[in-house]
C-alpha cells in the first residue's frame, strides 16, 4: 500500500496492521465502548483528539461502532440488525432489491415486528424500480411508502433503524450489486446504542407522516442544506482522503478540496464523464491527487481524515446537497477512522492515476467546460431552467423524441455523450448522464 509518509492514521493502521488486515477482508469490525482513561463528558465529545472548529462529533453515549466495508460485509449486517429487531424496523432506503433484505424484513413482519420502509417515489434511470420493490412486499405485513421530497429531487437516503438503538448508515443501497455481489465500492457504519439511532427514526418518522425535519446532532449530516457540513469534514487539519461516485457543481465542497491541494487524495470511478472530468483536472491543477478505479464502481462516499470520518449518501453535486433527502453520519472514533482509511487504501493502490487517465471518458480541460459538441463538457444545467437556455449551455441535441412520465408529456433531448434532458412545459425537470 501507498503510504505518505506524514499520514497520521495511516501509520495507525499500519501498527494496528494484523487486526486490520483480519477486519477488512471480513468488511466489519467492532468497536468497543471506550475506557475509564479515555472517557468523556456526558455532553462532550467522542475519544481522540478535539475537533477543530467545524468538524463535528459523536456524543460519548453512543457507544459501539462497527465498519461496514464493501466489496466483502455483503448483505449480512443488515440481515443481522434486522433479525435482531423486537419491536419496530424503520428503513429508508433509495433501491431495494436485495433478496436477503426483503426476506428479512418480511420475516420480521411475519413475527409480528412493525416494518416500514420508505422507498424513493422515482428513482433516477429506474422506471420500472417501484413497481419491482412494490411487488416483492405484495402480500406481506411489511409497511411501503415511496416518497421524494419534490418532483425533481430524491430520496437518496440509505439508513436502517431497528427498535430506536441500532442504527446502520451509508452509501449502500439494498441491491445486488451493492451487497452481495461485491460490484461496488461501498462505506457504511453500524452503531450501536447512545442517541443517534433515535435521532435518525425521528427523521424517519417525519418523513414518513409529511412532517418537517425534526432538529438533529451536528453528527448527523441531512440534505437539503449538507453543502457547508461537507465543506468543513474536508478542512479537517492534515490529510484527508476522499471515495466519491460524482464530482459535479459543488462549490463550497469544490472550494474546500481545491484548498486542501496536495493534502487531499480523491478516488473516483473510471467511468466519470466530461464534465466531472473537467472538475478532476481543475482540482489536480491546485496539487488534489486524483486516481480513478475501474473495479469495483466506486458509489461510496467518503470523507476521512485525522479527526473524523463522514460516511453517508451524499454525492457531490448540487442536487444532492440541496434538494435531496441524504443523511450521513460523522465518527470521530480512532479505530473507525483507521479502518476506513486503510479500506480506501486498498483501492487507492489499485487505481490510475489521473495523469496517465487519458483514454478516460471525456475531455474538458477547465471546470467550466465547454457548451454542446461531442468532444467539449457538458456544464451543470439548474432544473427549471428553458429549453432555449439549456440549448445555449450544452448546444443541440443530437436527437428529440417524446415520452410521459407520472402521465405528464415530456420532451426528451439526447446528446451525443448519452447525456438526456427531459423537458415539461418547456423547462427541464430531469438530467441523465
Known sequence: MHVNRNRVWLRLASALAPALFFLTACGTANVSAPNAANSTPAHGTATGAAPSK???????????????????AGSAPWVSAIERARQRVDYNVYLLTDENVANALKQAAARGVIVRVILDSHPYDFPDAVSKELAMFRGSKVQVKTWSPSATSYDHAKYLVVDGHLAIVGSANATYSALDG?????????????????????????????????????????????????????????PVVMAEEELYDAPDVMAAMEAKGRQLELLLPSSIDSEEMANARMLASHGVQVRLLSSPYVHAKLIAGTEAVFIGSENLSANSLDD??????????????????????????????????????????????????????????????????????????????????????????????????????????????
Do not use: C
Open 324 to 433: 435531496n433527502r441524504e443523511v450521513g453520519m460523522v465518527v470521530t472514533q480512532p479505530l473507525v477512522r483507521a479502518q476506513a482509511e486503510a479500506w480506501f487504501g486498498q483501492y487507492w493502490q489499485k487505481a490510475q492515476p489521473l495523469s496517465s487517465a487519458s483514454g478516460a471518458s471525456g475531455t474538458g480541460t477547465s471546470g467550466s467546460g465547454t457548451s454542446g459538441g461531442s468532444g467539449g463538457a457538458y456544464p451543470y444545467l439548474p432544473i427549471g431552467i428553458s429549453e432555449s437556455e439549456a440549448r445555449s449551455k450544452w448546444g443541440p441535441p443530437s436527437s428529440i423524441s417524446s415520452t410521459t412520465y407520472h402521465g405528464r408529456p415530456e420532451t426528451v433531448w439526447t446528446y451525443p455523450n448519452g447525456a438526456r434532458l427531459y423537458f415539461q412545459d418547456g423547462k427541464l425537470v430531469h438530467v441523465s448522464r
Open 54 to 72: 467545524g468538524v463535528a462529533s459523536i456524543a460519548a453515549s453512543a457507544s459501539q461502532f462497527t465498519w461496514i466495508g464493501e466489496p466483502g
Open 182 to 238: 461485491g460490484a461496488n465500492l461501498e462505506d457504511n457504519v453500524e452503531i450501536d446504542g447512545g442517541t443517534l439511532p433515535a435521532d435518525l427514526d425521528a427523521l424517519f418518522q417525519a418523513d414518513w407522516s409529511g412532517r418537517p425535519r425534526p432538529s438533529l446532532p451536528p453528527a448527523l449530516i441531512v440534505s437539503p442544506g449538507s453543502a457547508e457540513a461537507l465543506a468543513n469534514q474536508i478542512r479537517q487539519p492534515g
